[in-house]
T-cell receptor, first 114, second 111 residues
Framework: DQQVKQNSPSLSVQEGRISILNCDYTNSMFDYFLWYKKYPAEGPTFLISISSIKDKNEDGRFTVFLNKSAKHLSLHIVPSQPGDSAVYFCAASTNAGNNRKLIWGLGTSLAVNP | DAGVIQSPRHEVTEMGQEVTLRCKPISGHDYLFWYRQTMMRGLELLIYFNNNVPIDDSGMPEDRFSAKMPNASFSTLKIQPSEPRDSAVYFC?????????FGPGTRLLVL
């Protein structure tokens, strides 16, 4: 049972335009969400996170939006650059007690075309 | 600052052999995670430690897999005996309880 779903396996965007990556979750107990980027032959790299007490978090070109009622989050990249081409993973957790287990989506492959 | 260090980066072995993967977390981090990535299942958490103590090993596939963390700066993941279906990329990550920071991974091929 996939608790974190990234329904688009791939996305193609023109350089300079906005990239929007989506993620849905089913567990209402999740209270911490993260986005990671992964290049081939490397480990995932942390991009940005958001706690459930917020609905938006911004870091440079990257913004994450959280809609708790819809159990949906999205990552916006503006403007998109060719170097952003990678696989993007959404992850979620319930930071209760000592739990630090992340539940991962299967990823969305983003291609930014020059 | 050095990130998470994993060794070896690549391992090719024959079925039935013992495989040991190594990880050095970021200094000062008190959580350490072992993951396996395959095309079919994506990133799977195998086990994680807090202050060198295993907290959740529910992702360890079977008794052939074991993990240890003898001190705050070193962990091993051992597969004995190895099988072809264990072929995957194994990642180690560490954290202070927030975002996890990953090593480059060990690509394991069991023939």
């Amino acid at each position: 049972d996939q608790q974190v779903k990234q329904n688009s396996p791939s996305l193609s965007v023109q350089e300079g335009r906005i990239s929007i990556l989506n993620c849905d979750y089913t567990n209402s107990m999740f209270d911490y969400f993260l986005w990671y980027k992964k290049y081939p032959a490397e480990g995932p790299t942390f991009l940005i996170s958001i706690s459930s007490i917020k609905d938006k978090n911004e870091d440079g070109r990257f913004t994450v939006f959280l809609n708790k009622s819809a159990k949906h989050l999205s990552l916006h990249i503006v403007p998109s650059q060719p170097g952003d081409s990678a696989v993007y993973f959404c992850a979620a957790s319930t930071n209760a007690g000592n739990n630090r287990k992340l539940i991962w989506g299967l990823g969305t492959s983003l291609a930014v075309n020059p | 600052d050095a990130g998470v260090i994993q060794s070896p980066r690549h391992e090719v072995t024959e079925m039935g052999q013992e495989v040991t993967l190594r990880c050095k977390p970021i200094s000062g981090h008190d959580y350490l995670f072992w993951y396996r990535q395959t095309m079919m299942r994506g990133l799977e958490l195998l086990i994680y430690f807090n202050n060198n103590v295993p907290i959740d090993d529910s992702g360890m596939p079977e008794d052939r897999f074991s993990a240890k963390m003898p001190n705050a700066s070193f962990s091993t993941l051992k597969i004995q005996p190895s099988e072809p279906r264990d072929s995957a990329v194994y990642f180690c990550a560490s954290s202070l309880g927030g975002p996890q920071y990953f090593g480059p991974g060990t690509r394991l091929l069991v023939l």
